[in-house]
């Protein structure tokens, strides 16, 4: 039974009423306001129109106050009593984050973790007929403010005790957003004799022949003198049974082997089909069911390789014996108010990721352990999943007693609830956390112990060791040799680029930071031969749409103090040097909103098609990040209104499966290289076209290209001399094409966007709002960026920020997930170098 009806809500100041007066079941409520459960205040008081929306101009600091305020929910329902014998349990699947909870007006416990559920047993307490839930939240600053402050916490010193979202307190990707309420849903649970208490289920062995499959059930018993006997069974996609066992229960914990004949494997989407079986377990007591588990269930084998076969380091995912390249992107909250987020904007940016080819997500530690939507759409979609435990870029109080118990409840109640997840690839012990601590002891920044150490490496490797030895643990990202972020030893994550860090580093050296334009450039990541990259990237706008419905009215100009607001990272100037050493700087909004997307895609995809060509080496890409939680500037593909940003359209290339790439810098040969990310091999040509502006042909060769399985091979180099024939680099684009197989073709271009000498290009632009289709032609000289906006929301193109060659045609398909047809009133059609 969920509590989903309308729930009431309303705010006192600290001590202004006596709790038991607004937890009594006869307290007249009426007057109080209305929320959705799952919520949260903020978005209850959006809903009614109590306060601006904190998304629009500076409104988030007008909602500070939220946070000062003791809230009050309140909800009545109706309940029939069974036998004597049943138990029944209240379970809040998220209180954000002191709750004190009461039932008929008696409490019946307190919560301080926004980031498990908690259950209680109320058996003694609900009666047949009406019954009253209320939920008391303490403002957060009643439970910190005598704690100990520690020399280092990001962004706030006071959300080391708190066991909630970090980013609730700012990062530098979004404000300070301190939510509170029922973010979760709220669930009556009716019990018989006998529970489900839980059931863990792994891949003992896996070949196309058998897979065999563990289960283990922990059994909670009310009535120790009657027999049970559990069922347990794998259903195939059609329903049939495949395995199944049933046999007694006789103690708390029983297991089982489940040999699974010629079963059907879960690869990831790009590999192919991430099929999953059907894991059913009941409990019964003579003939009856007492409790049932159901759930999705894939037959895989999965390991992190950190040594390859001739002994080298390594950080490889292995899955069904082939070595992965990852391709993927971090994932961060899809909204700072995350009771209230529907579930269709998890399912569209797991969408969006596939469209991108990407083949894992990694759940960021300053958020959530996410909803278990988000991890079914995984197990569905065929997306590996990086979970992080929530502990990012601070010390934290391993020394405190209550603190550990919390901590360790946390961690039990995530990992049983989340390890039967086929999807769930690597559990990370934090963000950040071991490699900034060195740097900033380093730095004499901090002279303090390493507190919270025990968590990442001993609380939660032991609670792993008891309920979850299937997949791979590890301490921190990044992690791993002489300095937590070294390329030759576990992950990295690579802010040379952007953050202007300089590398190489030590233990115990001191950071640089080389705030120039040579100091953020991405040309620095063709510097990175690391085994794996879990965080890169850079700034870019957000779309047009999702600045102007956020920025007041006369305030969206570049420059403005309101475009400054919606960029969260510290010293701006990093994306001016990005910009003026690719495109120039920006003069105005228009040419910001350009020049900063066009860094990031052409940034992005110099670096990834470097990694992938070192495929040998290197093992994975982790872009910074997916989405925003949001309206800002930030390192996202894809903006809060659920648009892709040019970044995006340029992955759907730099991550395909089979990339054509050249590896070149001015002055230099070009080295023509073919990356086949799939098990089979492709067998043909790559033909390489050199195009002056206005499609005159330069020069022209094709390259035998006989491409192995899961490997990179370069086809051959060419000289700049050879393939200008004559003509200025400035003036000419290189494009690859496959021949006699099917691959993206690829633009390069010699020199930076800067340099170019672009004609001014003229478009012409047919729309059909019927067929929904804009069809786009290059009439004189290459089109740069051809971007396509229409003013909504949740948009897809089937392609956006291309590059059109001379009398090039490109047709545009438009959708909207919610609407059959989407208005195309206010289209607007404009490349970078068009008149």
Not at 509 to 526: A, H, M, R, W
Request: hydrophobic content about 40%; overall charge negative; proline content about 4%.
């Amino acid at each position: 039974m969920e509590l989903s009806q309308l729930w009431r809500l309303q705010y006192v100041d600290v001590g202004q009423k006596r709790p038991l007066e607004l937890a009594a079941p006869g307290l007249d409520d009426r007057f109080w306001m209305t929320a959705k459960v799952p919520g949260d205040v903020h978005s209850a008081l959006i809903e009614r129109q109590l306060i601006d929306h904190p998304y629009f101009g500076h409104n988030d600091l007008k909602s500070h106050w939220i946070e000062e305020k003791e809230w009050w929910y309140r909800t009545q329902f109706n309940y029939e009593l069974g036998d004597k014998e049943e138990k029944h349990e209240l379970i809040f699947e998220g209180l954000d984050t002191f709750a004190t909870i009461y039932v008929n007006g008696l409490e019946i416990g307190k919560t301080d973790n926004m980031l498990m559920a908690h259950t209680f047993d109320v058996t003694r307490i609900l009666k047949n007929g009406k019954n009253t839930i209320a939920v008391k939240f303490d403002p957060i600053h009643l439970h910190n403010h005598d704690k100990e402050q520690f020399q280092w916490s990001s962004y706030t010193k006071e959300r080391p005790w708190i066991r909630k979202a970090a980013m609730n307190f700012g990062w530098d990707w979004g404000p300070r957003m301190v939510t509170v309420g029922i973010w979760g849903k709220v669930r009556l649970k009716r019990r018989h004799l006998a529970k489900l208490d839980s059931v863990y289920a792994r891949n003992a062995s896996v070949s196309s022949l058998e897979g065999v499959v563990l289960v283990d059930v922990k059994v909670k018993r009310f009535d120790m003198n009657r027999e049970y006997e559990c069922e347990i069974r794998l259903l195939d996609d059609s329903g049939q049974t495949t395995a199944s066992t049933r046999f007694p229960v006789h103690g708390d914990v029983v297991a089982a082997k489940l040999p699974v004949e010629n079963p059907k494997l879960w690869w990831t989407h790009d590999l192919g089909e991430p099929y999953l079986y059907r894991l059913e377990v009941s409990l019964c007591t003579e003939g009856v069911e007492l409790d049932r588990y159901a759930a999705q269930f894939g037959i895989r084998q999965l390991e992190l390789r950190l040594n390859d076969e001739e002994g080298n380091q390594a950080f490889a995912f292995m899955l069904n014996g082939v070595k992965l390249f990852v391709k993927g992107a971090n994932w961060i909250p899809v909204d700072y108010f995350i009771g209230a987020a529907p579930d269709d904007r998890y399912q569209e940016l797991i969408g969006l990721s596939v469209e991108a080819h990407m083949n894992m997500l990694r759940v960021w530690a300053g958020g959530i352990y996410e909803k278990d939507l988000f991890y079914e759409e995984c197990d569905r979609r065929g997306v590996l999943v990086w979970q992080d435990f929530a502990f990012a870029n601070a010390l934290f109080p391993d020394f405190n007693h209550n603190f550990m118990e919390n901590v360790r409840r946390e961690v039990e109640y995530n990992v049983k609830r989340l390890r039967n997840h086929t999807s769930l690839a690597l559990w990370c012990g934090n963000n950040e956390i071991d490699w900034l601590y060195d740097m900033k002891t380093s730095s004499g920044d901090i002279t303090c112990p390493f507190y919270g150490e025990t968590i990442y490496h001993e609380l939660i490797p032991s609670v792993l060791s008891e309920l979850d030895d299937s997949r791979a643990y590890w301490p921190s990202s990044p992690f791993g040799g002489n300095d937590a972020n070294d390329p030759d030893e576990g992950d990295r994550h690579n802010w040379q680029v952007w953050h202007g860090s300089v590398y190489p580093r030590k233990f115990g050296e001191p950071p640089i930071l080389d705030y120039s334009i040579q100091g953020v450039t991405f040309k620095n990541y063709k510097r990175d031969f690391t085994l794996f990259s879990s965080e890169f990237g850079m700034h870019a706008s957000a779309n047009r749409y999702t600045l102007e419905r956020h920025i007041p009215e006369g305030q969206f100009y570049w420059g403005s103090v309101e475009m400054a607001y919606r960029n969260k990272d510290t010293a701006h100037q990093k994306g001016i040097f990005l910009m003026e050493g690719f495109t120039g700087i920006p003069s105005d909004i228009e040419e910001y909103m350009n020049f900063s997307m066009l860094t990031q895609a052409e940034g992005l995809k110099y670096g990834i098609e470097h990694y992938r060509r070192n495929k040998k080496r290197t093992s994975g890409s982790l872009i910074w990040q997916l989405n925003d939680s949001w309206p800002g500037t930030s390192w996202s593909l894809i903006d809060y209104e659920l648009l892709p940003k040019a970044s995006f359209y340029y992955a759907r290339k730099f991550y395909h499966p089979l990339l054509l790439s050249i590896d070149h810098e001015p002055g230099q040969v070009l080295n023509v290289w073919v990356v086949n990310d799939h098990t089979e091999s492709f067998s043909g040509s790559v033909r390489l076209s050199v195009l002056d502006f206005y499609g005159n042909e330069v020069f022209r060769t094709s390259l035998a290209a006989d491409i192995p399985g899961n490997e990179a091979v370069q086809l051959g180099s060419l000289t700049e001399t050879a393939v200008l024939n004559g003509r200025a680099a400035e003036e000419v684009v290189v494009l690859l094409e496959a021949e006699g197989w099917e691959a993206p073709a690829n633009l390069v271009y010699l020199r930076d966007h800067k340099d170019l000498r672009l004609p001014a290009a003229k478009l012409q632009v047919d729309a059909s709002e019927v067929e929904q289709t804009i069809t786009v032609s290059a009439a004189e000289g290459l089109a740069r960026l051809v971007k396509i906006e229409l003013p909504h929301g949740r948009l897809h193109f089937s392609d956006n920020y291309f590059d059109l060659l001379p009398n090039e045609t490109r047709t545009v398909r438009v959708s909207h997930p919610a609407q059959q047809t989407v208005p195309f009133a206010g289209l607007k059609v404009t490349a970078m170098n068009a008149e």
